[in-house]
């Protein structure tokens, strides 16, 4: 039994012993439990903490992941835009390194120009000036000179006008004029004769023959020739009755003029009238012509005064004088063969005209003899 006790004894503290080796385990246990449930406590605030850390970075997360997808189209699409823009930035960087040295060449013209300029500004303000005193020369000039080419002008149609052209020569027949009247006045005055014949005395007596002196004119400017020489031309009526002088068509001309201005202060009318225009040839074949007065009368007949050639139908004894009316074909036959003994050859009538028309007729003799009668009639 003691044994037993012993045993028991021994069991008893063998649990004690155990009990008492639980019981610090229990202690320690516990200790380490709250030990571990502070920590654990601690840890699941952490982890809570964490958790939410966890939900915001997991929301942080997907934000910047958006962001990062957005900014990494914005990098690709920045990266193309810079890879262009680097290309065109090569491109622009050449070009710019041509433009450069175009600019400087440029700038070399430029400035060589600038001077050239320069110069020309100076030499053209030196030739302003110069155009300006040459302008205001030119005006007085141009001024003068059509000033010069009018009186050219007005001397040029007067001398042509002078020249006896057809269709002016009817106006020299000034009949109506104070210095014809005065020489009708003065030729009436004589003693002897009919009017004809002291009109054909007085021209004979007042107006001596006298060749047109040749002229030297200048040709417009642009004519063939610089000139041209202007040997005969027509004096008015007037003129020749003021001179004292003139050739054989201002004779007539100046006789026809005394005729007519007698009939008109006689009759008060006139009648018909001709300057006649002969043509023909001198011995040796020189051509001649000829200007004589001729005034036809009804009938056949005519009157013939020529004092440039010292010939009338009638009576002629030089120292007496009466004109006379003759038959056509008489006077002008014998007015030609009177010329034939001088030695000119009449071969045909050129032109005929008075106070009023020219008329241009290029007949022969007998032609001439013929229209006569028919305006005789």
């Known amino acids: 039994m003691k044994a ?35 920590s654990y406590a601690s840890l699941n605030t952490t982890f809570n903490k964490l958790r939410e850390d966890y939900t915001s970075l997991t929301s ?50 430029y400035e060589g120009l600038k001077r050239s300029y320069n110069e020309l500004l100076t030499n053209y303000s030196r030739l302003s000036s110069s155009y300006n005193a040459l302008s205001k020369s030119f005006e007085l000039l141009k001024t003068q000179y059509y000033d010069v080419l009018k009186r050219y002008d007005l001397i040029y149609t007067v001398i042509r006008d002078r020249a006896g052209l057809m269709d002016t020569l009817p106006k020299y027949i000034d009949y109506l004029s104070p210095e014809v009247s005065n020489a009708v006045t003065e030729a009436m005055k004589a003693w002897l004769g009919n009017p004809y014949t002291k009109i054909y005395n007085w021209v004979k007596s007042h ?5 047109d002196t040749p002229l030297i004119v200048p040709n417009p400017i642009n004519s063939s020739t610089p000139y041209f020489t202007f040997s005969n031309y027509v004096q008015y009526a007037s003129e020749t009755a003021s001179l004292g002088r003139g ?13 007519l201005n007698y009939w008109l202060r006689t009759e008060n009318k006139t009648y ?7 043509a023909g040839y001198e011995k040796g074949g020189k051509g001649a012509a000829h200007a004589f007065t001729l005034i036809p009368i009804k009938g056949g007949k005519v009157i013939i005064l020529d004092p440039a050639g010292s010939l009338i139908t009638g ?19 014998g007015y030609v063969d009177t010329w034939r003994n001088y030695g000119i050859h009449w071969t045909k009538i050129a032109a005929v005209f008075n106070q009023n028309t020219y008329e241009r007729l290029d007949m022969s003799i007998d032609q001439f003899i013929k229209w006569l009668y028919e305006k005789t009639r």
């Open 272 to 278: 018909l009238i001709y300057v006649v225009i002969i």
């Open 247 to 259: 050739d054989c068509e201002d004779q007539a001309i100046l006789v026809a003029a005394m005729v």
């Open 315 to 333: 009576l002629d004894l030089w120292i007496f004088r009466i004109v006379e009316p003759k038959d056509i074909y008489e006077a002008i036959k």
């Open 4 to 38: 037993l006790l012993i045993g028991l004894v021994i069991i008893i503290l063998l649990i004690a012993g155990v009990a008492g080796y639980i019981f610090m385990q229990f202690e320690d246990l516990r200790v380490k439990y709250a030990v571990l449930k502070q």
């Open 207 to 211: 107006v001596r023959y006298n060749y």
């Open 60 to 109: 942080k997360y997907e934000e910047l992941s958006d962001r990062y997808g957005k900014l990494l189209e914005n990098y690709t699409s920045l990266k193309n835009a810079y890879d262009s823009l680097s290309t065109a930035y090569s491109t622009l960087s050449t070009n710019y390194t041509s433009l450069k040295s175009s600019f400087n060449t440029l700038k070399e013209e």
